[in-house]
């Protein structure tokens, strides 16, 4: 009976977490849909825009840090719930803002609470997941991410502009959260620690002392550090200026070009498929096409013109290939390339430095070259990126341990 309940109560706070992460996604990235009303109406320039995107990544990126230390020392819910009801009102404020520099103080403070519910989100379905799921609970907490914030909120966002103001569609997007903050506030119980201990994995060495950048010693961290800067950096600057393109330089309708970016949602199926994959076949022989499907892909976007369906093959693709790549990079590769004492530290890194320099400057740069050069060029930086962090997985070192069993294995029959 306790074992049933265990299982019951699993299932239900990794579905609430998952759904808190997909729309701590959709919040975010809510404002990159209503783009076309609010450079029109703010008169701002794609560098200023890109900047609202950034200054988010870059506040997310430092909280995630910060809370995540904290609360290993104050516990989960207490900083999960009060950052989930400050992200959904800072998402609020966004709507009443009436210039460019409120706007980016909204979005900044937003990014702080957004940034302390992942860490303790981490945290909490690492303690209460059955060890031989933890792997798949880890996958669906982020494939709603495509779902929510890629699929349906391109849509809903775009088609709520046809009955009410941007300004509205803010405060509807910032409810959910309220809503889930509550219910966890009454279904939600404080994790128990846990001490996890790898399996069939014997890391030799002398022990080092955890540090933040110990595992910058570790040549796939460093590599999963750069590509995942890359990677961010094309999906955040394609994203961010991929409905402005399609409205402004295809003249497609803005229902139309949210219809187009929806086709995003196809990395729900990578985020599961591809590491699941990479279990049995090994995570070089997975991420590596899959950076250079990317890439190719929004190659494919720029050359299709206002062909809706070439557009939205070219974007399903895309989205299944990128899918993949964080969860193999960031997570898989990470902690399997390190001591066990450092792999939390480990995943940290390259999702910090990712942030700050991938979802941050990155769409900065892209909006800069947008005003320079139109609005091609943040499309043909998206391309480029993916296309650079294919040819790094080359140097990268197999890690999926079902790989390094069968080379072990000659070596000692």
Not at 129 to 146: D, Y
Not at 242 to 253: A, D, G, N, Q
Not at 254 to 282: E, R, W, Y
Request: include cysteine; proline fraction near 6%.
């Amino acid at each position: 009976m306790v074992c049933k309940e265990k299982a019951y109560y699993e299932w239900g706070i990794v579905i609430l977490l998952s759904l808190l992460f997909g729309t701590v996604m959709l919040n975010r990235l809510a404002i990159v849909y209503l783009f076309p009303f609010i450079i029109a109406e703010f008169k701002i320039t794609y560098t200023q825009a890109g900047a609202l995107t950034s200054i988010l990544a870059i506040t997310s990126a430092f909280a995630t840090w910060f809370f995540g230390g904290l609360s290993d020392r104050v516990g989960r819910k207490i900083i999960l719930i009060p950052a989930t009801i400050f992200f959904s009102i800072m998402s609020w404020f966004s709507g009443v803002t009436y210039g460019f520099l409120q706007m980016l103080l909204a979005r900044g403070l937003m990014g702080m609470g957004q940034g302390a519910v992942l860490p303790a989100s981490v945290a909490t379905i690492s303690a209460e997941s059955t060890p031989t799921r933890r792997g798949f609970n880890f996958g669906l907490h982020q494939a709603l991410i495509p779902v929510i914030a890629l699929g349906i909120g391109p849509i809903l966002v775009t088609q709520f502009t046809k009955i009410m103001s941007w300004r509205i569609v803010f405060f509807i997007v910032g409810i959910p959260g309220l809503i889930i903050s509550i219910i966890l506030y009454f279904y939600m119980r404080e994790p128990k620690p846990t001490l996890f201990r790898e399996e069939g994995k014997v890391l030799e060495g002398p022990a080092e002392r955890p540090g933040f950048f110990a595992p910058l010693r570790y040549r796939n961290i460093i590599l999963s550090s750069v590509i995942n800067v890359l990677m961010l950096g094309g999906l955040f600057s394609f994203s961010t200026f991929s409905i402005v393109y399609l409205t402004k330089e295809v003249h497609l309708s803005i229902s139309d070009a949210g219809i187009v970016v929806s086709f995003l949602f196809t990395m729900f199926f990578g985020c599961i498929l591809l590491p699941l994959l990479s279990d049995h076949v090994g995570r070089k022989p997975i991420i590596i096409p899959s950076l250079f499907a990317t890439g190719l892909c929004f190659f494919g976007f720029i050359l299709s013109g206002s062909n809706f369906f070439l557009l939205a093959i070219w974007v399903s693709i895309a989205g299944f290939a990128i899918g993949g790549v964080g969860p193999i990079a960031v997570s898989a590769i990470t902690t399997e390339s390190v001591p066990p004492h450092l792999v939390a530290t480990a995943s940290a890194v390259p999702f910090s430095i990712g942030e700050i320099f991938g979802s941050a400057l990155m769409p900065f740069l892209a909006g800069y070259l947008c005003d320079l050069y139109g609005l091609k060029m943040a499309l043909f930086f998206s391309a480029v990126a993916p296309l650079i962090a294919g040819f790094m997985g080359l140097f990268y070192e197999e890690t999926a341990p079902k790989i390094l069993a069968k080379k072990v294995a000659p070596a000692t029959s």
